[in-house]
């Protein structure tokens, strides 16, 4: 079995190369100077926007007192920037398609058509199911904790690690909604925070795989741990939203930090009696699976369904399993520690 986790690993560093090119339509000299040019004019060929409509001193034209501050002012930039990005895209891309060349991404993603003011609606449905599971997750490991298993006399649980459940819990919630978000409405906000709270929830994760494949259970040594991880993901994540928004690096410090867990969960699934290995598994291998599919990037069918959008899919039966091996955990772990209390 443990051939096989060996085999994603491979297949995913190799193709690791075939993503330095992350983002190639944004950095196109044309697309550039239509997106500024737009910004400065309010229109794309023959295509004007009302978001873009500033009076020569960067006040609104119309509306009220309250819509004429500086957060107003800053919806209609975003708003601006947004429609101009996607008609320059859209242009761009007619353009590269009667030259004979294949679609290419801008800003990190594919050129989707947009669906009722969605601009990916396939991934807006699939973190939202995302975010449900979780909380459906979430709150019957609290249930099953406090509720059905025994608990010590101070009142807290006989399983070592639910507080760090909880905070895994949190963070992939926040990192859905913003994932939502983000696919929704596609701007510099929005993307900063999606990317972010993916980072920080994939930091988290591999702390998390290594206390546990580790069973780390000593408060120092946990710290000792986390603190390197907890420095480096958050200099990377102030990197990213303050010096330069680098896609193709990003790429490889979410596949390393990816990789590196599913190992850990791989090489211990592979050794411990657990009961509940299956589930580690089969996570384990739907999730090298699915990691293929961000990497092995593709452009959308039928201009919705693209690689990420697939991605966001398969992720929503591994959450409700990988939910259940938690309680499955927390629940051995409990029984053992009664047990041995005895
Ligand atoms: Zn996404």
Known sequence: MADRSWIVFFATFFSLIGVLNASAGDSDPEYRACVGQCEKTGCVADKCFQHCRFSSDGV???????MQEPLYLRWKQWDCQSDCRYHCMVNREKER???GYKPVKYHGKWPFKRVFGLQEPASVAFSALNLAVQFHG?????????????LRQNKKTY????GLWHIYG?????????SAFFHSRDVDLTESLDYSSAVALLGYTLILAIIRTFN???????VMVSAPLIAFVTTHILYLNFYQFDYGWNMKVCIVMGVAQLLLWAVWAGITRHPSRWKLWVVVLGGGLAMLLEIYDFPPYWEYLDAHALWHASTIPLSYLWWSFIRDDAEYRTMNLVKKAK
Do not use: H, Q
């Open 216 to 222: 780390v259970r000593d408060e120092a040594t946990r």
């Open 60 to 66: 609104p034209v119309d509306g009220p007192w309250y």
């Open 159 to 162: 399983y070592e690690y639910t």
């Open 97 to 99: 398609e009667i030259a």
């Open 170 to 178: 949190l963070l992939s919630m926040n990192s859905w909604f913003w």
């Open 138 to 150: 979430w709150v019957s490991f609290f249930i099953l904790l406090y509720y059905k298993l025994p």
